[in-house]
């Protein structure tokens, strides 16, 4: 499920600001990124399965690896996650009301914050 018009995709965010405000909301980066790119997500474990609010990023200009780098978001992603073969975001999925509106807080949250500091 693709979250639209958030906001979070117009965003340009210095890595090291951007990985304390992401955390601050449960959004992870932990080993998820390579020189290029990074991926934040927030796991829901709940009574209709596992799932995860999912942030792309891609850099503007610098290193991910050396702590100096910009990154632009993507648009926010909510997928279920089938063992083994891991997450789907397609649209004949099923998503909790609940979750897409606690999703959605969050995602309101994050672009708040982070327009404050975006480049």
Not at 1 to 12: A, D, K
Not at 52 to 73: Q, S
Not at 94 to 111: G, N, S
Request: proline letters at 3%; one cysteine or more.
């Amino acid at each position: 499920m693709r979250f639209e018009n958030t906001g979070l995709e117009t965003l340009v965010v210095e890595l090291d600001r951007l990985d304390d405000i992401m955390k601050e909301h449960g959004m992870i980066r932990a080993g998820q990124w390579d020189w290029e790119r990074v991926t934040y997500d927030r796991k829901f474990e709940i009574r209709e399965g596992t799932f995860y609010l999912r942030i792309f990023g891609f850099t503007e200009t610098g290193d991910v690896g050396a702590h100096d780098a910009d990154i632009k978001l993507m648009t926010p992603l909510l997928g279920k996650h089938y063992y083994p073969h891991g997450v789907e975001y397609g649209e004949g999925e099923e998503f909790p009301e609940h979750l897409v509106q606690t999703c959605e807080k969050i995602l309101v949250a994050l672009q708040a914050e982070l327009s404050q500091v975006a480049l």
